[in-house]
């Protein structure tokens, strides 16, 4: 019965040409269905060869038996072929992946906030000079907002910050990066040098110049035989990489701030200007550095023996610096989150 025969070859032929053609797993699936499954043409042959002659059982049956061996090889083998295939295609996407290839003009890009711009503009200018990033908490306690920075209770300077108190009477929102010294100094070894931007708090008549939440960096400096003139050529050092240019002038007045004596405020010529402009409010000088010579107090509180130490700190509003930078007259625009605003930057 070669019928039989040509039945088997027809179907084949008609497996190679589907098999040879599957790209997905899930055709080679289909095709296992149809050849081989319980409804398939294999089985039904199968069947049909139930009611032939002993002969033909004995000739068609292995021969079907080999056809359906050789029909699940070919599926594994193809359905490995197009596993492997897609794997690897996923693999070299991920390995040519182009980074710098260039996104269509038209997508709208973000950016980051002048805030972190001008943090990461301090911070490198820092790094560059040696200094380390400091970092500490904006929920305080007493003592490192005040009792450890020279400001026992009761003392007239506490009330120079208006402070946000939590419920726990303990603890406030700190009101100055000066906290950060203490940490500092509580949890590194000598000698200290490094810088901390972070949020500060102040319970303040909100207007254009006055936010509850603004910026400030804070710097340390401690060492054996650390003067004044260290804090100078530091603001000096600094403010000229800030606004890359040689052509730096201060001047110093004196300042009061419990945590350091003497206390000083270094003020800048005005580095936008020649003869006054609005932005040193024409006095040709831009007030930007308070600072000092850390307090022997505030050394014997962190444990730092004052007769062999000395230092210097400094603490300015970046704040301010992101205003005067780009000419923001209003200090709520910067925590306002409003997107007109901020695509400018
Ligand atoms: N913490 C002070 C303030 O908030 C600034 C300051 C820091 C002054 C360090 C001196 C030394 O006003």
Known sequence: MSLMMDRIDA??????????????????????????????????????????????????????????????AAIATRAKELVDGAEKAKASAIENFDVSARVPS????GT??????????????????????????????????????NIPENHPARDMHDTLWLNRR????????????????????????????????????????????????E?????????????????????????DTDDIDIRIRPGYFPFVEPGVEID?????????????KKSKWVEVFPGGMVHPNVLKSAGIDPEVY?????????????MLMHGISDIRLLSSGKIPFLRQF
């Not at 936008?272 to 040193?280: L, M, Q, Y």
Request: proline residues 3%.
């Open 11 to 72: 179907l084949r032929k008609e497996f190679k040409s589907a098999i040879a053609q599957a790209t997905l797993v899930r055709d080679v699936e289909a095709i296992r269905l149809k050849f081989t499954g319980r409804k398939g043409s294999v089985p039904e042959l199968m069947k049909e060869l139930k009611d032939c002659s002993i002969d033909e059982k004995r000739e068609f049956g292995p021969k079907l038996n080999d056809f359906r061996q050789e029909i699940e």
């Open 106 to 109: 038209s997508r709208k890009k």
């Open 112 to 149: 980051t906030h002048p805030y972190s711009q001008i943090v990461e503009r301090v911070e490198n200018t820092f790094l560059s000079m040696g200094y380390s990033i400091f970092d500490g908490p904006e929920i305080e306690d007493d003592y490192h907002n005040f009792g450890a920075l």
């Open 170 to 217: 303990s603890h406030l929102l700190r009101t100055h990066t000066s906290t950060i010294q203490i940490h500092a100094m509580e949890s590194r070894k000598l000698p200290i040098a490094g810088i901390a931007p972070g949020r500060t708090f102040r319970h303040e008549a909100v207007d254009a110049s006055h936010d509850v939440m603004f910026w400030q960096c």
């Open 219 to 243: 710097g340390l400096f401690i060492d054996k035989g650390i003067t004044m003139s260290h804090l100078f050529g530091t603001a000096k050092a600094f403010l000229s990489s800030f606004f």
């Open 268 to 280: 800048m010529r005005c580095v936008f200007c020649k003869d006054g402009c609005s932005v040193c």
């Open 310 to 322: 000395s230092g210097f700190a400094f603490g300015f509003g970046l704040s301010r610096l992101v």
